[in-house]
């Protein structure tokens, strides 16, 4: 099952940094997604890179 309860879950969210799978989601066919974890390591690369992405 699921992390997010439904059995047939095709969709995995991925945390960009780490790799530790975040949740899934309900989708039609089997894709993967990727955003950031919670870990504190994982929010300030993240910051780092939102940060870097606004000087032009």
Not at 7 to 34: A, M, P, Q, R, S
Request: charged share 20%.
């Amino acid at each position: 099952m699921g992390q997010n309860g439904h059995i047939n879950d095709l969709g995995t969210i991925i945390c960009k940094h780490c790799g530790e799978v975040i949740d899934t989601v309900d989708t039609d066919n089997v894709i993967t997604f990727y955003s950031s974890c919670k870990n504190d390591h994982c929010n300030e690369l993240n910051s780092e890179v939102l940060f870097n992405d606004s000087e032009g």
